[in-house]
Nanobody
Framework: QVQLVESGGGLVQPGGSLRLSCAAS????????MGWYRQAPGKQRELVAH???????RYADSVKGRFTISRDNAKKMVYLQMNNLKFEDTAVYSC??????????WGQGTQVTVSS
């Protein structure tokens, strides 16, 4: 089992940057695929980015070139660097850990608001 705690959300102007962090506790962090999802008001939750155990990454088309996901297995941390933020990036961002045998886990989420 793994517990996830996000931090780093907040209010930012369009064009600004934020770095989200996800701290994991529990064992076998390195085997999980780690992801960031977001849910805007009135919309379904969507995948923003994920990073698998070998470091390979995948991004939603809407964030490619602006967001970067990374992980530090030694520290049990996952990060989402968000640059050139847009109004439409406003959402609750949640950290996810998934492994087909160990299960699927979520953090509580952190609010990101892009507003002028």
């Amino acid at each position: 089992q793994v517990q996830l705690v996000e931090s780093g959300g907040g209010l930012v102007q369009p064009g600004g940057s934020l770095r989200l962090s996800c701290a994991a506790s529990g064992s076998l962090f390195g085997v999980y695929t780690m992801g960031w999802y977001r849910q805007a008001p009135g919309k379904q939750r969507e995948l923003v980015a994920h990073i698998i155990t070998d470091g390979s990454t995948r991004y939603a088309d809407s964030v490619k070139g602006r967001f970067t996901i990374s992980r530090d297995n030694a520290k049990k941390m996952v990060y989402l660097q968000m640059n050139n933020l847009k109004f439409e990036d406003t959402a609750v961002y949640s950290c996810n850990a998934w492994d087909r045998r160990l299960g699927n886990y979520w953090g509580q989420g952190t609010q990101v608001t892009v507003s002028s």
